[in-house]
């Protein structure tokens, strides 16, 4: 232990183990760093108070810039997906009053990203084929555990979709109408 001449310290506490020393300079210096804290608060505050008020006149600006970017984005991934090498084209809108929605040798939109091997080492991917009109608008699927059914109706949903956004679909051909809603049913949880 080491011998602390008490009459050096202005303030001399024990606690149990613990002892607390202090002098004048020392608490001086404890007040300063305290004001220099406060202050710089204060600085802080009073900057970004004036960087949000610059901001709130020019947000209108970074909004029209942030949806200008998005929409380049948005193209750029278009342009990006119709030369990815999987054979996509271009959908075509039909205006008529009968509701319509043809599609041949249709491919899942993510799943032709994840071929599936058969046993020979060989990639094959089963294309589907859409036909649905007024007076042939639904569709009943049944069959056995994995076989497809949740895959096509995702698919059929997914292609309407990118159909109508404008982007390109994998398939010989896609003829569709404009949609509002798509309505599926599901008995599983299960999320592509």
């Known amino acids: 232990q080491r011998y602390i001449n008490k009459e050096q310290f202005a303030i001399f506490k024990k606690n149990g183990k613990k002892i607390s020393c202090s002098n004048i300079a020392l608490i001086s210096y404890s007040e300063r760093i305290k004001e220099i804290k406060s202050e710089l608060i204060h600085l802080s505050i009073s900057n970004l108070s004036e960087i949000i008020t610059y901001l709130k006149k020019k947000i209108n600006y970074l909004y029209v ?34 509701k319509c929605l043809y599609g041949k040798n249709c491919i899942h939109l993510i799943l032709e990203k994840y071929l599936i091997t058969t046993a020979n080492g060989n990639f094959y991917i089963v294309p589907n084929d859409f036909f649905f009109v007024n007076h042939f608008n639904l569709l009943l699927l049944k069959g056995p555990n994995a076989s497809g059914k949740t895959t096509y109706m995702k698919e059929l949903a997914l292609l309407s979709i990118m159909s109508q956004i404008g982007s390109f679909v994998p398939c010989d051909f896609f003829i569709f109408s404009l949609r509002n809603f798509i309505y599926t049913k599901f008995d599983t949880n299960d999320s592509i």
């Open 65 to 98: 810039l942030s949806s200008h970017i998005a929409s380049i984005d948005v193209i750029c991934a278009f342009a990006d997906y119709a030369t990815s090498g999987v054979k996509t084209t271009r959908p075509i809108i039909e205006n008529n009053t009968i």
